[in-house]
């Protein structure tokens, strides 16, 4: 393996991987780029990546790739200081760029949730809201999904690595699924699809498998989400039933999205 | 282009003939006997796509389709027809411009300097197996935007160099078609190797088959087949004569295109806006929006790159993506920009129009903006406001 031409002396942009509140699945995803792994470490060194080595250096790093919300008081500090010592933040997933599911108790009051899900709620410190990473620092570029999808992340690090922009396309999921071929599951079978407001980058994994899109990749870069509501309704969804569709990994953004699409 | 009359002069080859089951089968394995990648309407996923076939078997005997705005189901008819459906989820587009095509690869070499190698465009000779009267004109389109320019796609050219069109007329259009309006069907006129008209009478399924070509004429000849006789062509004629009078669809009888020119601050378009998702389902289903950009990808060394051409949508932020921001930043101008271009300045760019009358951005559009309602609508509002575009 050798590193790329116009890299003199060998030496490699340094990489940390870090983790805030989230599930893990997305640093997972670069684990999962099993045929890539090599070449991704013969590119940039891997200086800080915890769930796949204890052994971790301090930075710079030179390429920060970020995953999960803030969501505790520790969270606000650490932050900062990873952004002080990145010169390229990339946040991924759901959860950091857009507070993720934990960011339900947003729209309710912390407290009663504290008091449903511990024992010992005293033992916990939590902020009263979980927000995505680029409303506490600036942030380089945002990787959405829950997860994110790993041609995706690839891409991502490959243009960092190439001095370019990332491929990644803001338009609808109904992009992909009328570049695979799939027949439109929301027109031919009536079933409820957040495809045509959501962000592709799943390659449209569910209406592949015949089921309507969840938005796990949160809104498209040009939506109109009180066109799709009434469409919602005929395929049988209440009013209840679109919240819960709309405020799931993606819920601040949707609601975001809700606030102006909605009067 | 010769006609059938010449056809038979030269060739000895049969113009015209009826086919039965047995025909239409033999007629999918002498094209794959001739090299032919026979493409055809398939049911998968409860809707009638267009497929690779091995065989007629895989056709959609007894399968018909329901169409409203926004709203497409298959439905299992009794007569066994099998081109008694109209407009799918896609259209031969699909195959002579595909969604996604690499364009060239370029390697880096241990010297730095750059190979480039342009993709050879692909060895392929298809027969197209169906196609309606609108989407031969759509085809037409396609080949003047693609091949008929200064600059000729040599991809598109190779994919459309060798099509063998059968076309199918229609004899039963869909409640969103409106061909007459746009002049497009349902009738075929010319651009066919055969055309088929489906009759279902007392006297069976049958297919009144003529020739449009040498190669057509050739292809017939090969077929078990009968003799044209009356009572088939009456048949026939009557069927696409009653589908003619069935149009569930049409355009306001004014000059589209002007109508387009003269009403861009129209409030109607404000209307549109409000039930326009800008998903681009509308632009991929149609069978004439070409649109497409580039993607540049890398591998991890940045030795080796490769350019794809894909698909793109007026309705996309990123289309009109300049320096500074999008052209069409507005919801409103986006879906202008789609409608003005397919039934306005498509004339002043390729000389038609750009619509042929499918239906299928009605259908396929998740919340059923119709092309025709807005143009009514476009047409009623000018109408009411001052003289007649």
């Known amino acids: 393996m050798t590193t790329s031409a116009g890299r003199p002396g060998g030496s490699r942009p340094r990489l940390g991987v870090f983790k805030f509140a989230s599930c893990d699945g997305c640093q997972l995803t670069l684990l999962d780029c099993e045929d890539e792994l090599l070449g991704i470490a013969g590119e940039l060194e891997i200086a800080h990546f915890p769930e796949a080595s204890s052994d971790v250096a301090p930075g710079p790093y030179d390429l920060a790739l970020v995953e999960g919300s803030v969501s505790t008081p520790e969270h606000l500090a650490r932050v900062r200081r990873i952004r002080a010592e990145s010169r390229h933040l990339v946040t991924i997933g759901a959860c950091a760029t857009a507070g993720g599911v934990q960011a339900l108790r947003n729209y309710a009051d912390v407290t009663d949730y504290l008091a449903t899900v511990y024992a010992r709620p005293d033992y916990i410190e939590t902020l009263a809201t979980s927000t995505p990473i680029a409303d506490h620092v600036p942030v380089d570029f945002e990787l959405r999904g829950c997860p994110i999808d790993r041609g995706q992340l690839l891409e991502v690090i490959t243009a960092f690595l190439a001095g370019r922009k990332p491929g990644i396309p803001n338009h609808s999921v109904c992009f992909s699924c009328k570049q695979r071929g799939n027949v439109c599951v929301l027109v031919a079978h009536g079933t409820p699809c957040l495809g045509p407001v959501t962000h592709a980058g799943c390659g449209a994994l569910c209406p592949t498998f015949g089921r309507g899109c969840y938005g796990c990749f949160g809104p498209a870069g040009t939506t109109n989400l009180g066109a799709l509501v009434p469409v919602l309704r005929r395929d049988g969804m209440n009013d209840g039933d679109i919240g819960r569709f709309l405020h799931t990994f993606n819920v601040t953004d949707f609601t975001a999205v809700e606030e102006e699409d909605l009067p | ?389």
């Open chain 2, 1 to 389: 282009m010769t006609g059938p009359g010449d056809i038979r002069a030269a060739t000895g080859a049969p113009t015209e003939a009826v086919l039965g089951r047995d025909g239409l089968d033999a007629l999918v394995q002498v094209l794959k006997r001739r090299g032919r990648t026979v493409v055809g309407p398939t049911v998968r996923d409860r809707a009638v796509v267009l497929a690779e076939l091995d065989s007629a078997d895989e056709l959609p005997h007894g399968w018909g389709v329901e169409l409203e705005a926004g709203r497409y189901r298959v439905r299992r008819r009794t007569d066994g027809a099998v081109f008694a459906h109209s407009a799918g989820p896609q259209s031969w587009k699909s195959f002579l411009h595909p969604p996604r095509v690499r364009q060239w690869t370029a390697e880096r070499d241990a010297d730095g300097g750059l190979t480039v190698c342009e993709d050879e465009p692909p060895a392929v000779s298809y027969a197209f197996l169906g196609v309606r009267a609108c989407d031969l004109h759509a085809i037409r389109i396609l080949d003047r935007v693609m091949i008929g320019g200064k600059y000729p796609d040599p991809a598109y050219g190779s994919r459309r160099k060798g099509v063998f069109l059968v076309a199918a007329e229609c004899t039963e259009p869909g409640a969103t078609c409106f061909c007459v309006s746009m002049g497009t069907g349902p009738a075929v006129d010319t651009g066919y190797d055969l055309a088929l008209t489906e009759v279902v009478d007392d006297g069976g399924p049958r297919f009144l088959c003529r020739s449009g070509s040498e190669e057509g004429a050739a292809v017939l000849a090969e077929l078990p087949r009968h003799q044209a006789d009356d009572t088939t062509r009456t048949a026939a004629a009557e069927a696409v004569r009653r589908a003619a009078g069935n149009m569930g669809r049409s355009m306001p009888p004014t000059d589209l295109r002007a109508l387009m020119r003269d009403n861009l601050e129209a409030d109607r378009w404000d209307d549109v806006t409000a039930r326009c998702l800008n998903c681009g389902n509308c632009t991929m289903v149609c069978p004439t929006c070409f649109c497409t950009t580039t993607e540049d990808v890398s591998d991890l060394t940045g030795d080796h790159a490769e350019r794809w051409r894909r698909w793109d949508s007026c309705y996309d932020l990123d289309f009109t993506l300049l320096h500074g921001g999008p052209v069409r930043a507005g919801k409103r101008s986006r879906y202008r920009q789609w409608l003005t271009h397919k039934i306005g300045t498509w004339h002043d760019q390729f000389g038609s129009t750009g619509c042929v009358g499918c239906g299928r951005c009605i259908v396929w559009c998740p919340t059923g903006i119709d092309l025709t309602e807005e143009a009514h609508a476009l047409h009623q509002e000018a109408t009411r406001q001052g003289p007649t575009p």
